[in-house]
């Protein structure tokens, strides 16, 4: 069964800080990870995906995150925190076989920026 | 180029009642899924549907049923309304629903069950 699990559901920086949301997966097939963001009563957004290749996958609004296989982990980063980066982060993992194509969310990192 | 669109945005029904919730996916696409996200959870996969079948569901009673129409529109129909089932229910369409494919998520219907 394929899992993930994001360390610490409130993660607090100032602004300027570095963003760092950790997610762990499990995963017995090469995984497909993702990150998402969520603001406040709206949908969720990509804001990277890792399929294959390069292990430092570029996001939108400035995030990265490198897949570590020998950790299983899929951590997202930024170097310099913003206002407008305050909103909630799911790490999620794919699914195969009969659950090709569902996503397996983690529970989810809210993220606060301090001024 | 329309994004995901969900109705309505919002729904109060009471314990054992029946609800549908509509979904319109990205031009292009043809897979829908859809997630259930209680509060302070992250979404919970439902069930998927591809070319107007279903292709893959979640750990969700029968009563949770949907349906994907030939514009690759969709439902979720839920009957015998439960509390627990109050949550936020999102969409999401993808090219063709493989794994590496990106969802692209709806905004969401807020179902209130009293």
């Known amino acids: 069964a394929q899992s993930v699990t994001q360390l610490g559901s409130h993660v607090s920086v100032s602004e300027g800080a570095l963003v760092l949301l950790r997610c762990n997966y499990s995963?017995?097939?090469?995984?497909?990870l993702f990150w998402y963001v969520q603001y406040p009563n709206q949908g969720l957004q990509l804001l990277l995906k890792?399929?294959?290749?390069?292990?430092l996958v570029k996001g939108i609004n400035g995030f990265e995150a490198e897949f570590k296989k020998s950790e299983t982990s899929f951590h997202l980063t930024k170097p310099s925190a913003h206002m407008s980066d305050a909103a909630e982060y799911f790490c999620?993992?794919?699914?195969?076989?009969?659950?090709?194509?569902?996503?397996?969310f983690g529970k989810g990192t809210k993220l606060s920026v301090k001024p | 180029e329309t994004g995901v669109t969900q109705s309505p945005t919002h729904l109060i029904k009471t314990r054992g009642q029946q609800v549908t919730l509509r979904c319109s996916s990205q031009?292009?696409?043809?897979?829908v899924s859809w997630y259930q996200q209680a509060l302070g959870q992250g979404p919970q996969f439902i069930f998927q549907?591809?070319?107007?079948?279903?292709?893959g569901r979640g750990n969700f009673p029968p009563r949770f049923s949907g349906l994907q129409f030939p514009n690759y529109s969709s439902e979720l129909n839920v009957n015998a309304l439960e509390l627990d089932d109050s949550a936020l229910y999102l969409c999401?369409?993808?090219?063709?629903?493989?794994?590496?494919?990106?969802?692209?998520f709806g905004p969401g219907t807020r179902l209130t069950v009293l």
């Open positions: 999401a369409s993808s090219l063709v629903g493989g794994r590496a494919d990106t969802q692209y």
């Open positions: 995963s017995s097939v090469p995984p497909y």
């Open positions: 890792y399929t294959t290749g390069a292990t």
């Open positions: 999620a993992v794919s699914g195969y076989g009969g659950s090709q194509g569902n996503l397996i």
């Open positions: 031009s292009g696409h043809n897979t």
């Open positions: 549907y591809y070319r107007e079948e279903e292709n």
